[in-house]
């Protein structure tokens, strides 16, 4: 019932930027908290960062400082701003509404960083 669709992954070299998105169907988005999660091979997947419909965010360590998630209610789109990206970053990327008892995920997008 909800739909979600990234965009926005790619190769870049180190230093760089990218910025994701995510587009989500229906009005129910606003209402709840959303995220970005990765996964890289062979790994665990993991929390990247998460915003609520207020638009408060919470970020792992890993990445604090220099991701920044955003989310556009109007648009039903939350996006992932990285910056000075480094190799451990590359991964899958993925979206994930935090709607009981399971959540949705999009299908996720690559981001591969290296020279």
């Known amino acids: 019932q909800v739909d979600l669709v990234e965009s926005g992954g790619g190769l870049v070299q180190p230093g760089g930027s990218l910025r994701l998105s995510c587009a989500a169907s229906g009005s129910i988005f606003s209402l709840y908290i959303m995220g970005w999660y990765r996964q890289a091979p062979g790994a665990q997947r993991e929390l990247v960062a998460h915003?609520?419909?207020?638009?408060?965010?919470n970020y792992a360590d890993s990445v604090k400082g220099r991701f920044t998630i955003s989310r556009d209610n109007l648009k039903n789109t939350v996006y992932l701003q990285m910056n000075n990206l480094k190799p451990e970053d590359t991964a899958v990327y993925y979206c994930k509404a935090l709607i009981p008892p399971n959540g949705y995920w999009g299908q996720g997008t690559q981001v591969t960083v290296s020279s």
């Open positions: 915003i609520t419909n207020g638009g408060s965010t």
